[in-house]
């Protein structure tokens, strides 16, 4: 994947990158692959979106990135680089995991209003969290958490320190949320379905203050949505999962408008768009998602897609390198990619 | 379809609560003198942040929340007039879609047995007839038979609400009024939702007041767009007409925040900034005018006036604004 | 359209409550534990049954034999001081114990969920404010107290203990149903059910009650289990079971015997007592499992 100049990002260094992760977790007494091998580098200031529809693994692969899985069930198998670090997840214990998160990966979650204690203010949980990653006292805390929050757009920061959850509105949480996964300045942050619980200016004001966060502090962003239209607003690259893989992959633009794989194509035509004159009709996808523990020995979407022909349901299709613009698509048949 | 009245319509509608504030009760005005009317096979698309009242709108509009003030038309006449006969044929002509598919189906019934209530309630209670109207209207919502002998929790959430809506079809419903029927749901089954809403109105003239926040959904479906704010309507227009020319900075500013930038580089400022104030204590005037760009002298002390914009008329009614940047045409 | 038809027809189209029940049934039986507590229920319902129809420990209150003796083939379990038959005594006792538990636990929580039903459905009216006056009131009053001044004031009615029961555990019943009934009330299966213009008790007995079956359940297995025990505390005080026997008597007989190594009594009053406490509460587990809609079989 050489890296074009069309793009914004060119000698960023990588933060992040993830080899052949493979989850495996026990259903219905059998051990069943979820998660069946993925690649992912995350750089500096980039905003990477993981899309899909619910039960293809997304959210998964977040909480595997950040360690946040019952361990005794779960298992783990990839190799992680943390700045360059390697990190080996499967062997990592609680206590590497917690040095960690919070200082170098943070995440932020659907619904705040569960993330969030609801017995102790904003403040009281920012400045725990700060001072358990980075020295000094109590103010010197507190004053990173006020320029945390100011940063994040919440102007009447003393109001803001001192109330509980609930006080804040549902925009304003997730705001307060934001402010305290950054407030240590970690180089990666994983956000789960941020804006699937607000209001479209709610929604509008998260996506503009993420993407600040990685143009300002150089923070690397991965947003897990099923939300299309989020993503193709503030991401650089996306990538589309279906079934515990990645079918395709490149930048935000050329996937979503110029989608190579069938299922991406599938994926746009039933995301309704607004337009000044009459919309196109938005097409259901055929079929229904097969559970994701199924192991099938082709491609998972087959059954599904249009294109499919024998090949499909017999071989799975590999990850490949596309045209060269930083594209990857996993298909036996794909689109030539440069429809509109 | 402008000479037939209405299906139903709101007139001067206002909604109240009673808030428990420490030791008074406080009143929230959570729909104030709304007026709007449906007509028959009629998509209306009602469009706001939450808390601006819409889906107290809907349940006042299906009786589930009493009207404070003005009155509301069900085939031209009072509901607050209606003997027990007619108030049993609003309601049955009148049903309601709930957003959370999850709680819409009561957990200790199977789907045929949900699905049945509402026939027995229609006096359809011969074993054959029930039977065929309830597999008609599992067909007409695209859903396999034994999905029948299910409980809810078996089901996915668009399963559960294409359930919600077949048993809101049962009732023969001339309008459906539909509060985030899509919201909870991922794009694919939003899809299928959408095209079946399509279908139901060119087939059966059914009516929808359909209640949504993600406008590129309402210009999917809606043939009129009602925008709501702190409770009041501030915009009501044809949907072609709003969606090229929207009238009210509120309105051109939810637009601007769900056009996503599909073809272009990423945006970098928000298009509308803050929330909406406590619908308790709503400003003065003009109730937008603490968030509105182009905000003048007038708009914290004079409520704005109901204006019509095009003159003529279109096929599909006026377009009217409630904004004194139109006072003066 | 045929062929889905006669499809349709093997479904059937009535509500299929046997095949539910059957289905909980199995539920609880493939459980171990579960079916544990019915067998011990079971048992203790047909030694209930045997005493009732006047087969088994018809002579408890004859002194058959001599002062302590120990376990014969003739007094399988010893006899008391008076020279009573002690395993007769035991056995009729699981006929006085079923007899208040049952009391107790259906009046209880028939009171409880009508009041706990009509308090959170008409929420924050001055019938729920009433009913949660009163809740709070008879909570504070001490239940060894309440039930002493009952039983003085009913003196020689043979139910006062009883009644003195229902009177302090239906408030926690009617506060649960009453929080569930809250959370209900606002679901929107309920408000549909309301809007299609079911008649109130309709949508009560179809949508509401159902859906609180499992804190009823817990709850009267919770309460069974306290009445049983409180049974035996007032009868040990004095202020229980009358004319009669009961463990909760023999309990107290056996607190002087212990002193002078006489345990048959003790023994026999309480392994019975707690065999038939587990019975419930395993039971009750696992009923509380197979009724909870998510664990419906697929």
């Known amino acids: 994947m050489n890296p074009q100049p069309a793009h914004n990002f060119p000698a960023k260094p990588t933060v992040l990158s993830l080899r052949q992760l493979h989850l495996t977790m026990p259903v219905a007494g059998q051990v069943r692959d979820l998660i069946k091998g993925i690649d992912l580098d995350l750089r500096a200031g980039e905003m990477v979106g993981l899309v899909g529809e619910s039960g293809c693994g997304k959210s998964l692969t977040g909480n595997a990135l950040l360690g946040l899985l019952p361990s005794p069930l779960a298992s783990v198998h990839s190799q992680v680089f943390v700045l360059g670090d390697k990190q080996d997840l499967a062997a990592a214990d609680e206590k590497a995991w917690r040095k960690l998160r919070g200082r170098h990966l943070a995440m932020i979650f659907q619904e705040p209003q569960t993330a969030l204690d609801p017995v102790f203010t904003i403040g009281q949980q920012m400045v725990r969290v700060i001072r358990r990653h980075v020295p000094g006292n109590r103010q010197h805390a507190l004053d990173l958490a006020t320029a945390s929050l100011a940063d994040c757009g919440l102007g009447d920061t003393a109001r803001i320190l001192a109330s509980y959850p609930h006080q804040l509105s549902g925009g304003m949480r997730q705001r307060a949320m934001i402010a305290m996964a950054l407030s240590c300045k970690p180089e990666v942050l994983i956000a789960d379905e941020p804006t699937s619980a607000l209001d479209i200016s709610s929604r509008d004001q998260i996506l503009t203050l993420l993407r600040q966060a990685a143009d300002r502090h150089n923070t690397a962003i991965l947003l897990i949505s099923h939300d299309l239209a989020a993503v193709a607003r503030v991401c650089d690259r996306a990538l589309v999962m279906y079934s515990g893989r990645v079918l395709e992959s490149g930048p935000t633009a050329r996937v979503l408008n110029q989608p190579q794989h069938p299922y991406t194509a599938a994926l746009m035509q039933a995301t309704p768009r607004i337009s000044k004159s009459r919309p196109l009709a938005v097409q259901p996808i055929q079929g229904r998602v097969e559970a994701l523990h199924l192991t099938l020995p082709g491609c998972a979407y087959a059954a599904r897609c249009p294109r499919a022909t024998e090949l499909c349901s017999q071989r799975i299709p590999e990850l490949k390198v596309s045209n060269g613009n930083g594209r990857a698509v996993a298909c036996h048949h794909p689109l030539p990619g440069a429809v509109s | ?329 | ?298």
Not at chain 3, 4 to 21: C, E, G, R, V, Y
Not at chain 3, 24 to 32: H, P
């Open chain 3, 1 to 298: 359209m045929t062929a889905s038809l006669t499809m349709f027809a093997q479904l059937s189209l009535k509500p299929n409550s046997q095949t539910d029940s059957h289905s909980v049934a199995r539920q609880v039986v493939s459980s171990r534990s579960g079916l544990a507590g019915l067998l011990l229920i079971v048992l203790f319902g047909l030694l209930w049954a045997a005493v009732a129809l006047g087969i088994l420990g018809q002579d408890w209150a004859q002194a058959s034999g001599g002062r302590w003796e120990p376990a014969s083939p003739e007094h399988w379990w010893g006899t008391n001081v008076l020279g009573q038959d002690i395993f007769q005594r035991s056995i009729y006792s699981v006929k006085v114990a079923f007899e208040i538990g049952m009391l107790v636990t259906i009046s209880s929580g028939l009171l409880g969920a009508l009041a706990g039903v009509a308090a959170g459905w008409h929420k924050n009216s001055a019938l729920d404010q009433a009913i949660v006056l009163v809740m709070g009131i008879l909570d504070s009053i001490p239940f060894y107290l309440f039930v002493a001044a009952v039983t003085f004031a009913l003196s020689g009615n043979a139910f006062a203990m009883q009644l003195a029961m229902v009177a302090c555990f239906w408030t926690t019943t009617a506060r649960l149903v009453r929080a569930e009934v809250l959370r209900l009330r606002d679901q929107e299966f309920v408000q549909s059910a309301v809007l299609l213009g079911l008649p109130i008790w309709r949508v009560l007995a179809r949508h509401v009650l159902p859906n609180t079956t499992h804190v009823l359940l817990a709850q009267s297995a919770i309460v069974f289990a306290a009445a049983i025990k409180a049974e035996v505390i007032l009868s040990f005080l004095g202020l229980g079971v009358q004319n009669g026997v009961s463990w909760g008597l023999m309990l107290a007989e056996s607190t002087q015997e212990v002193l002078a190594s006489q345990f048959n009594n003790f023994w026999a009053a309480s392994l019975p007592l707690f065999a038939l406490l587990l019975g419930f509460n395993l039971l009750a587990d696992a009923l509380q499992s197979a009724l909870d809609p998510r664990q419906l079989p697929a």
């Open chain 2, 1 to 329: 379809m402008n000479q037939a009245t209405p299906i139903l319509e709101v007139r001067d509608l206002s909604v109240q609560h009673t808030v428990a504030g420490g030791t008074s009760h406080e009143h929230l005005e959570a729909v104030r003198q709304l007026s709007l009317s449906v007509a028959a096979g009629e998509i209306i698309a009602v469009v706001g942040e939450s808390g601006c009242g819409k889906s107290s709108l809907a349940r006042a509009m299906v009786g589930l929340l009493p009207a404070s003030s003005g009155e509301i038309y069900f085939r031209g006449a009072a509901v607050s007039g209606m003997d027990a006969r007619a108030r049993k044929d609003w309601r049955r002509d009148t049903q309601l879609l709930f957003q959370d598919p999850h709680s819409a189906l009561s957990p200790r019934r199977r789907i045929v047995q949900s699905l049945a209530e509402p026939l027995e309630m229609l006096g359809v209670k011969a074993d054959g007839e029930q039977q065929q109207r309830i597999l008609s209207a599992i067909a007409e919502v695209n859903l396999p038979i034994d999905i029948l002998q299910r409980y809810p929790h078996q089901l996915s959430g668009g399963q559960k609400q294409r359930i919600a809506l077949a048993r809101a079809l049962l009732c023969q419903p001339r309008l459906i009024i539909a509060d985030e029927p899509l919201s909870a749901l991922d794009v694919s089954e939003q899809a299928r939702l959408l095209s079946l809403f399509i279908e139901l109105r060119k087939e059966k003239q059914i009516a929808f007041v359909l209640i949504a926040h993600d406008l590129a959904v309402v210009q999917q479906l809606a043939d009129r767009v009602a925008v709501m704010y702190l409770g009041r309507l501030i915009e009501l227009a044809p949907a072609d007409s709003f969606f090229q020319s929207a009238a009210h900075p509120y309105s051109q500013a939810l637009l601007q925040a769900s056009q996503s930038n599909w073809h272009n580089t990423p945006a970098n400022e928000p298009v509308l900034t803050g929330e909406p104030p406590s619908a308790l204590t709503p400003p003065s005037g003009c109730v937008f005018h603490t968030r509105c760009a182009q905000v003048m002298d007038l708009c914290n002390r004079v409520v704005p006036e109901q204006q019509v914009l095009n003159q003529s008329e279109t096929a599909r009614g006026l377009h009217q604004v409630q904004c004194h940047l139109y006072s003066s045409q």
